[in-house]
């Protein structure tokens, strides 16, 4: 066991959960951004009881991130922020950004936080 790696999955994982509360995203939605992990292992997630974390949960967390990032800088008000996520965006014809991020694959996570980062 990697403590290195450990403690990178833990904080990652702490931190995806944060934004999520803030975000507002039930946990079935959680489990679609993570990649859609069994309910076992995503309720240990959530207690903390992570040793590692697969390259792709890691690479769906870092979007989360960054998303998250990127809009703290556009928006003054982080309820701004917030509520972009769930607003109709011709971007991507017309859907949410949270929706087209939970069609589930990283590449509508990218997708998103590429659009974000054309933004700054």
Known sequence: MNLKSTETAKIALKTYFNIMK???VNEGKQRILLGK???FTFERWKRGSV??????VLERISYVLGIYKN???LFPERAQANE???????AFNG???L???LLGTIGNLREVRYYLDEQL
């Open 84 to 90: 972009w996520l769930n607003k109709p965006n011709e």
């Open 51 to 56: 040793t590692t974390l697969t390259s792709d």
């Open 22 to 24: 803030e975000w507002d």
């Open 95 to 97: 859907s949410t950004a």
């Open 99 to 101: 929706n087209r991020m």
């Open 37 to 39: 992990p069994d309910e």
């Open 71 to 73: 809009l703290g800088i």
